[in-house]
């Protein structure tokens, strides 16, 4: 499995980025997903995850309303589109994803399987 984020940039406070994660080696449209970020010297932080069927989205509170996660199964990628952008989402992103279906997940890192390589996002006051 393996799986291609692509999207980040520089963008000023109050802009707009998308993010693509595009699978290969699955079955896309099976895989729990999500997006994490991890700042410099943070621990790596669940932002946005959604289901198979694209249901049921999660989100951390700081970007409810700011950030939506969404997915292509037809295209095996997954999306997330940042708006209204701060200094303080600035990152590197990962998409990450599971075969497994969690009933009652808790969006921690372990209960993910396989990890994209990480794109940065900066944000600049």
């Known amino acids: 499995v393996q799986l291609q984020a692509s999207g980040g940039g520089l963008v000023q406070a109050g802009g707009s980025l998308r993010l693509s994660c595009v699978a290969s080696?699955?079955?896309?449209?099976?895989?729990?997903m999500a997006w994490f970020r991890q700042a410099p010297g943070q621990e790596r932080e669940i932002v946005a995850a959604?289901?198979?069927?694209?249901?049921?989205?999660y989100y951390v509170d700081i970007v409810k309303g700011r950030f939506t996660i969404s997915r292509d199964n037809a295209k095996n990628t997954l999306y997330l589109q940042m708006n209204n952008l701060r200094p303080g989402d600035t990152a590197v992103y990962y998409c990450?994803?599971?075969?497994?279906?969690?009933?009652?997940?808790?969006?921690?890192?372990?209960?993910?399987?396989?990890w994209g390589q990480g794109t940065q996002v900066t944000v600049s006051s």
């Open positions: 959604i289901r198979a069927d694209g249901g049921r989205p």
């Open positions: 990450a994803g599971t075969p497994y279906d969690y009933s009652n997940p808790d969006y921690s890192i372990n209960e993910f399987d396989y």
């Open positions: 080696g699955c079955t896309f449209s099976r895989y729990f």
